[in-house]
Structures are given as structure tokens and as C-alpha cells.
T-cell receptor, first 113, second 110 residues
Framework: KAGVTQTPRYLIKTRGQQVTLSCSPISGHRSVSWYQQTPGQGLQFLFEYFSETQRNKGNFPGRFSGRQFSNSRSEMNVSTLELGDSALYLC????????????FGPGTRLTVL | AQRVTQPEKLLSVFKGAPVELKCNYSYSGSPELFWYVQYSRQRLQLLLRHISRESIKGFTADLNKGETSFHLKKPFAQEEDSAMYYCALSSLGSARQLTFGSGTQLTVLP
């Protein structure tokens, strides 16, 4: 099975812009979770989608949003970018029949200038 | 609020020596605990989870609810164990929302 893929792998934006990141889960996985990883805050949960519905949301401002499509692919969007949004954004997918394990993608490295 | 603490940012041991990576947590409900590992230039992957009570690559971890700890242990470290290790917690049945510790970089010296 192909692993979780994320596009793009690297992205450079300037303050005030918006960005969309994409995540394709492992075939058959219907749950996609997003995490932000920074040197200062570590790995933090952003949100989780299952069957096109957001089920859980972490403690992030409303500038961070996401969605999931019928094929389970997910996108996350960050509007009005700030310097502090520079981070590695990871997505993880899981099979609802095997609830415990999440499989992580390689991440998208976002740099905000 | 749930929280995971990994007190050691860096840990170095010699090959063949025992290794213990510490993890403490705070959570009011029934937690599920995990250890994730990230080898150099590889993606984050699950190493083990407490409900499985299994040994993976010689590593074991026991959930101690009294001490709220989930330390990762291996009796004889190998050079290929060098990696970043993250302890993570989720509420039981909601393993898709993980709270991670800050991680411990383990280096096994030859």
C-alpha cells in the first residue's frame, strides 16, 4: 500500500497570504488528522476529519481550517499567514477498523517570510 | 487538560547498555499511551502502544497509572536505535487526537 502523501513538500509564503496544504491518506483510511510541529511548541493537534466531517479540533485560531473530500483526501487552509505559522505540517491517516494506529505523512514545510 | 512530559531532551548511551526514556502524563480519564519514533530522514511511525503490551525491536513500555508514567525501556541498546522518540497520549477510543511530549533524542554511541 502506498503511504500517506502530502503536497507540496515545501512552501514559502509571505505574511498576510493564505495557503492550502493537501493530504492523501492510505487507501481505505477514512480518518485524517493534522498536526503542526514547531521547535518551540512541538507537535500539536490541529483537527481530525472522518467521512467529510470535522470530529475534533485543537486549540488553534479560526485562521486554521480544513476539509475532507468524499475520497478521504483532506486539505488544510491557513489564512492571513503570520510568521509564527512557519512549521512542519503533518497529516496522519487511520483505519477506523483499527482505531489505534495513525500513519504519518512526510509533512509540508511551510516558511512564512 | 492532558499533558505529556518527557524530561530528557537528549539522551546518550553506549551500545549494549540499557536505555530508559522517561514519559509522564497527566490526564483525568482513561488514557491510551503510545511511543512514536522518527529515524533520521524518515517519517514519524508508531513504535508501540500500551494496550498491545508487546515488545517491538526489543523495546517495552509499561503503563504505571499510580505514577502516571509510561517509560520506554530496552535492555541492550543498538546503534540503529538512535532516533527521536515521542511519547503520546489520547483518550481511550479517540486515538486520532494525540497529545505529544516534546521528544527525546536518543543517541547510541559505538
Amino acid at each position: 500500500k502506498a503511504g500517506v502523501t502530502q503536497t507540496p513538500r515545501y512552501l514559502i509564503k509571505t505574511r498576510g497570504q493564505q495557503v492550502t496544504l493537501s493530504c492523501s491518506p492510505i487507501s481505505g483510511h477514512r480518518s485524517v488528522s493534522w498536526y503542526q510541529q514547531t521547535p518551540g511548541q512541538g507537535l500539536q493537534f490541529l483537527f481530525e476529519y472522518f467521512s467529510e466531517t470535522q470530529r475534533n479540533k485543537g486549540n488553534f485560531p479560526g485562521r486554521f481550517s480544513g476539509r475532507q473530500f468524499s475520497n478521504s483526501r483532506s486539505e488544510m487552509n491557513v489564512s492571513t499567514l503570520e510568521l509564527g505559522d512557519s512549521a512542519l505540517y503533518l497529516c496522519a491517516s487511520s483505519d477506523p477498523r483499527a482505531d489505534r494506529e495513525q500513519f504519518f505523512g512526510p509533512g509540508t514545510r511551510l516558511t512564512v517570510l | 487538560a492532558q499533558r505529556v512530559t518527557q524530561p530528557e531532551k537528549l539522551l546518550s548511551v553506549f551500545k549494549g547498555a540499557p536505555v530508559e526514556l522517561k514519559c509522564n502524563y497527566s490526564y483525568s480519564g482513561s488514557p491510551e499511551l503510545f511511543w512514536y519514533v522518527q529515524y533520521s530522514r524518515q517519517r514519524l511511525q508508531l513504535l508501540l502502544r500500551h494496550i498491545s503490551r508487546e515488545s517491538i525491536k526489543g523495546f517495552t513500555a509499561d503503563l504505571n497509572k499510580g505514577e502516571t508514567s509510561f517509560h520506554l525501556k530496552k535492555p541492550f541498546a543498538q546503534e540503529e536505535d538512535s532516533a527521536m522518540y515521542y511519547c503520546a497520549l489520547s483518550s481511550l477510543g479517540s486515538a486520532r487526537q494525540l497529545t505529544f511530549g516534546s521528544g527525546t533524542q536518543l543517541t547510541v554511541l559505538p
